[in-house]
């Protein structure tokens, strides 16, 4: 079970850093609604934080196959 228990951390690490990653963009484009201050970050920038989201969120499902096949592995025994 403590290869479960680490998959879990890796999940939780990696969701945080999804989450950050969109927090970046959320504030980025906040800023255009105030009072006329452009965003920061160009299309090319939003389009590398997608793109990094997407790569972890991959990464995540990997993760949650390996916890799959522990409990599978742990209903057996």
Do not use: W
Not at 25 to 34: K, L, Q, V
Not at 39 to 53: T, W
């Amino acid at each position: 079970m403590s290869n479960a228990k680490s998959n879990l951390e890796t999940l939780e690490s990696r969701i945080g850093l999804m989450a950050a990653l969109a927090k970046i963009i959320d504030i980025d484009r906040g800023c255009a609604a105030n009072e006329g201050e452009s965003p920061n970050l160009n299309d090319f920038h939003y389009g590398a934080l997608v793109e990094a989201i997407e790569i972890v969120a991959q990464s995540c499902y990997g993760e949650l196959g390996q916890l799959d096949d522990a409990f599978k592995k742990e209903a057996v025994k």
